[in-house]
């Protein structure tokens, strides 16, 4: 068989690699550091007290301090943070995509390897250290962002919008469904004592979890995280589609490349920022209000409101801290200001496992038992000490090493071999 001359042979495809410091954007690393304060701030509550205390009715801490905390991390962060990392998984796919087309290797193959370990990560979280993890849900939904990846810009944003739009959907059926059965004297009867019911185990549930957690054995407390773990993965399927909808968002801004040409849309953000703000504190004021008007645990119309409420205050302000922080980063001074949050954001995965093993060790019988003691007020206090200790110790650790540690070894088993982890002064 004839063969090119040597002078003429196509190049090999070069090899995909890690990305390094001069690859990187700045302001999504600048972005995950601040996402990462803002899900601890959300997670701070489930470190010490279950997640269906909200559903449930019952205040473990009805001071009007504590009541305001709580009020404004559901108005402020819960929801949002979550969409934001969400987007910059996104973008994150996107660039990844292009690094690997540009080199001319297959990108499904080494992507899917990528979040097959993102899944074990998330795995041994959820089950061993923590139930709230949220590692297991993206990973599942990353792989369906792979059936994404050829389509076009126009078939992402309506997917986008028929994504946003289900939760709504699925809750307005469910609703409809009670409210014809409340046409029916007997159907109507079952139906309230179901959720007098659901209440009951409620309050069940919260005393279990409040006992197990503060004093109960290593089994024990096993059993409780998986039962609360599989409660999670219940409800999945209300809050999967916005994932689902913000990696496709990510996605096509990634493919765009709109965070390397933020400067040509300058103008148009600024005009943006003050509507998002307006909405999303209106909507979220909204869900705020529905919340302490709804019996616990029920279904109503009112509820389809609360769930469009919600999802319209992320998605606002989502793109209200964005675009912010992008505005803010333009003045020198700021952007000196907000450089710091850039080391935690490449050590995004490092330090929110760190913040599993902190806080289940202070909430946790085997640790200090504070399980069911740290209010809201207290539990902001806890975040705003954590955040400013992973500041400094982010910037420390990167000024030895490329990658965290948790960063050096999902690169590592992504890539089949151990990457360079010391830095070469």
Request: proline share 5%; charged share 15%; aromatic share 12%.
């Amino acid at each position: 068989m004839e063969t090119l001359p040597e002078a003429v042979q196509p190049p090999a495809p070069a090899p995909l690699r890690p990305v390094t410091s001069g690859d990187r954007v700045e302001l999504l690393d600048v972005l995950r550091g601040f996402a990462i304060f803002g899900i601890l701030l959300v997670n701070m509550r489930m470190f010490f007290a279950p997640l269906y205390l909200d559903l449930s009715g019952t205040h473990w801490w009805p001071g009007p301090i504590d009541r305001a905390v709580h009020g404004a991390i559901v108005l402020l962060a819960q929801g949002k943070f979550y969409s934001l990392f969400s987007l910059l998984f996104g973008v994150g796919a996107a660039i990844q995509l292009q690094r690997a087309t540009e080199r001319g290797r297959p990108f499904a193959r080494f992507f899917a390897r990528r979040l097959g370990l993102l899944l074990l990560i998330g795995l041994i979280h959820a089950v061993g250290i923590w139930f709230g993890d949220i590692l297991v849900m993206y990973a599942l939904i990353g792989f369906v962002l792979l059936a994404f990846r050829n389509r076009s810009n126009r078939t992402l944003a309506v997917w986008t919008v028929i994504l946003l739009c289900l939760p709504v959907l699925i809750i307005g059926g469910f609703t409809g469904l009670i409210e014809i059965g409340r046409m029916f004297p007997e159907s109507a009867a079952e139906i309230e004592q179901s959720f007098v019911e659901s209440a009951a185990a409620a309050a069940e549930a919260l005393t279990r979890a409040r006992e197990t957690y503060a004093s109960g054995s290593h089994g024990e407390i096993l059993t409780e995280r998986l039962s609360q773990l599989g409660t999670i993965y219940s409800f999945s399927w209300i809050f999967s589609p916005n994932i689902l909808a913000m990696f496709l968002i990510g996605f096509n801004l990634g493919r765009r490349r709109t965070f390397d040409r933020l400067d040509e849309h300058a103008a148009t953000i600024r005009r943006a920022l003050p509507l998002l703000l307006i909405v999303g504190l209106a909507t979220g004021a909204a869900v705020l209000a529905i919340m302490n008007t709804l019996p616990p645990m029920t279904l109503a119309p009112l509820t389809i409101v609360q769930t469009l409420a919600t999802s319209v205050s992320a998605l606002c302000l989502c793109f209200f801290y964005v675009g912010s922080i992008a505005l803010l980063r333009r003045g020198e001074a700021w952007r000196r200001r907000l450089q710091p949050l850039a080391a935690v954001g490449r050590m995004a995965l490092t330090n929110y496992l760190m913040h599993s093993l902190v806080f289940t060790t202070l909430a946790n019988s085997y640790g200090f038992g504070l399980y069911g003691r740290i209010s809201p007020s207290v539990g902001l206090g806890m975040t705003v000490a954590m955040y400013l200790i992973q500041i400094p110790l982010s910037a420390w650790w990167l000024s030895r090493f490329r990658y965290g540690p948790a960063e050096w070894l999902w690169r590592s088993l992504t890539y089949g071999a151990p990457q360079p982890m010391r830095l070469l002064h």
